[in-house]
């Protein structure tokens, strides 16, 4: 996890020690279509997956980035500040929620908002 400006608290799990994990990943679909997907590791609480997508942009790395770094600054969330400033530059930002109901479920969810 990106620490930001100085060492923030999010970036730890709760024992203090473990850095917390993120996932990005590319997925590109059949028709051309190209989303960006981030899922940040949490204990014990819901967090939304956000699943990013744009005809345009090529700098990905740029935005991940810089998202990644706003979500550990605001202690965890992702905020309509951070989300207005990247969809400004075209981008489409959806959000998935976690669901307890097993892997199978949240991958048929993601599935339906990527179709």
Request: hydrophobic residues 40%.
């Amino acid at each position: 996890m990106p620490v930001g400006l100085g060492e923030r608290k999010f970036t730890k799990l709760n024992d203090g020690v473990t850095k917390r994990r993120y996932l990005i990943a590319e997925v590109y679909m059949v028709m051309g279509k190209r989303f960006n997907i981030i899922e940040v590791e949490r204990e014990n609480r819901s967090l939304s997956i956000l699943v990013l997508s744009s005809p345009t942009m090529n700098d990905w790395d740029y935005i991940l980035n810089r998202l990644l770094v706003n979500f550990v600054n605001d202690s965890g969330t992702w905020t309509s500040q951070s989300l207005d400033s990247i969809q400004r530059q075209g981008i489409t930002i959806m959000k998935v929620k976690h669901s307890f109901k097993g892997v199978k479920h949240r991958a048929e969810m993601l599935l339906r908002k990527l179709l």
